[in-house]
């Protein structure tokens, strides 16, 4: 455990160069509950945090007296957090998985629960947690086939993580079967996936529409890593299309408008709205929050981070809840339930870089096609909804179990 946490020191101090917050995670101080029962939640990102909003809810309704913490690993999902958790007592970057740093977490905090949302797994953070008497639940959990195999070549330290959790609420039946081999699967339950369950904010597209003087049809680029901006807006047709473009990590929002900038392409950021003065074919969203207005607002989305082979994909449900038909890229390893799920229902399309060309004219062309799509992408939400009511129930009864 000593050379874990040497290399994992080592590691944070490197990235942390780069992403300055992850020396928030080293040194950040640690919320005081004032003598509450403390429920914390970890949420890792964006998706995990939105996906949260009715269990958070609900436990806050039924635990009223408890200090809930929210902790998330990216910045992106720190923001996420505030804006749609407003009911929790604190926010904080989750601290760095070494012992003596997680050790003052548990021993301050001493949560009676900790709740892991899909995946994240910290040894030191969760035998902490354990040690100072707090029960420990994974909900919407989940495990790729490429972590499954490691996790099981690793079998020894896989059954000493997995079993520092109390109880495994999972995705689906193909997830439960990853953790048996390692995990004990008297602990495991199906909960389903939380973030189908994930309501939308209201928008009214018309008035959205007027105040950006929009008159083109529109089209949304979600979560894009490099060099995928470049390699998408070079197969967009951009004179006849408006784009709202969203890099997933704020730290490139200048790259990337330096990328439009030496392409020649008209763009405006988000943040200086007020200075748009007509013929632009980019927005650029450089500010926190906006896609649901830029969904709203498209009749296509792309959800990105799926065209190299390096990400494994994102959330590719969060256009079809505003009934946006999405597209996507090949490489999506990280998201194979939610491709199922959107192939099967005929809400979105996989694709190439190559093919992307061909498949937006034809869809721009046929609006009964589209028509047919945005449908299929609404019953596609509605038809998956349910997760959270399972998974409380399935909390409840563990709870009622151990007597809390």
């Known amino acids: 455990m000593i050379l874990y946490d040497l290399i994992l020191l080592i590691a944070t101090l490197i990235v942390a160069i780069r992403k300055p917050y992850h020396f928030h995670r080293l040194f950040a101080s640690i919320p005081d509950p004032q003598k509450r029962e403390v429920i914390w939640i970890h949420a890792v990102s964006v998706g995990e945090a939105k996906s949260i909003q009715s269990l958070f809810a609900s436990l806050r309704a039924s635990h009223p007296a408890s200090f809930f913490l929210i902790t998330t690993t990216t910045t992106t999902g720190q923001a996420e957090a505030r804006r749609c958790l407003p009911g929790a007592d604190a926010f904080a970057y989750l601290p760095i998985d070494l012992r003596w740093i997680v050790g003052r977490w548990a021993n301050k905090l001493r949560p009676k629960l900790f709740i892991l949302v899909e995946s994240d797994f910290w040894p030191n953070l969760l035998a902490a947690i354990k040690k100072s008497g707090g029960k420990t639940i994974l909900v919407s959990g989940k495990l790729s086939e490429r972590s499954a195999r490691r996790f099981a070549r690793f079998r020894y330290f896989s059954k000493k993580l997995f079993g520092r959790l109390d109880l495994l609420c999972v995705?689906?039946?193909?997830?439960?079967?990853?953790?048996?081999?390692?995990?004990?699967?008297?602990?495991?339950?199906?909960?389903?996936?939380?973030?189908?369950?994930?309501?939308?904010?209201?928008?009214?597209?018309?008035?959205?529409?007027?105040?950006?003087?929009?008159?083109?049809?529109?089209?949304?680029?979600?979560?894009?890593?490099?060099?995928?901006?470049?390699?998408?807006?070079?197969?967009?047709?951009?004179?006849?299309?408006?784009?709202?473009?969203?890099?997933?990590?704020?730290?490139?929002?200048?790259?990337?408008?330096?990328?439009?900038?030496?392409?020649?392409?008209?763009?405006?950021?988000?943040?200086?709205?007020?200075?748009?003065?007509?013929?632009?074919?980019?927005?650029?969203?450089?500010?926190?929050?906006?896609?649901?207005?830029?969904?709203?607002?498209?009749?296509?989305?792309?959800?990105?981070?799926?065209?190299?082979?390096?990400?494994?994909?994102?959330?590719?449900?969060?256009?079809?809840?505003?009934?946006?038909?999405?597209?996507?890229?090949?490489?999506?390893?990280?998201?194979?339930?939610?491709?199922?799920?959107?192939?099967?229902?005929?809400?979105?399309?996989?694709?190439?870089?190559?093919?992307?060309?061909?498949?937006?004219?034809?869809?721009?062309?046929?609006?009964?096609?589209?028509?047919?799509?945005?449908?299929?992408?609404?019953?596609?939400?509605?038809?998956?909804?349910?997760?959270?009511?399972?998974?409380?129930?399935?909390?409840?009864?563990?709870?009622?179990?151990?007597?809390?």
């Not at 009864?397 to 151990?402: D, Q, S």
């Open 171 to 404: 995705q689906n039946k193909e997830h439960a079967d990853r953790f048996f081999p390692c995990a004990d699967p008297a602990r495991i339950q199906i909960g389903g996936i939380l973030k189908l369950d994930h309501r939308p904010i209201q928008i009214d597209p018309s008035q959205c529409r007027q105040k950006l003087s929009l008159t083109e049809p529109a089209i949304t680029l979600s979560c894009t890593h490099a060099p995928e901006e470049e390699e998408l807006l070079d197969r967009l047709p951009l004179d006849r299309l408006f784009v709202f473009l969203a890099p997933r990590h704020p730290e490139r929002f200048e790259e990337v408008a330096q990328i439009l900038q030496r392409k020649n392409i008209s763009f405006l950021r988000w943040s200086r709205l007020a200075e748009r003065r007509g013929g632009e074919s980019v927005l650029l969203v450089d500010a926190m929050g906006q896609l649901p207005i830029c969904f709203a607002l498209s009749r296509l989305a792309i959800v990105a981070g799926s065209f190299q082979p390096y990400v494994g994909g994102h959330n590719i449900l969060e256009p079809c809840f505003y009934g946006v038909p999405v597209l996507f890229g090949p490489h999506v390893f990280n998201q194979k339930e939610l491709v199922a799920r959107v192939l099967a229902a005929k809400a979105g399309m996989q694709v190439t870089y190559d093919a992307l060309p061909a498949v937006i004219e034809t869809f721009f062309n046929h609006p009964s096609q589209e028509a047919q799509l945005r449908a299929a992408a609404l019953t596609l939400i509605e038809s998956g909804r349910g997760a959270t009511v399972a998974t409380l129930r399935i909390i409840e009864a563990f709870l009622e179990k151990v007597g809390i």
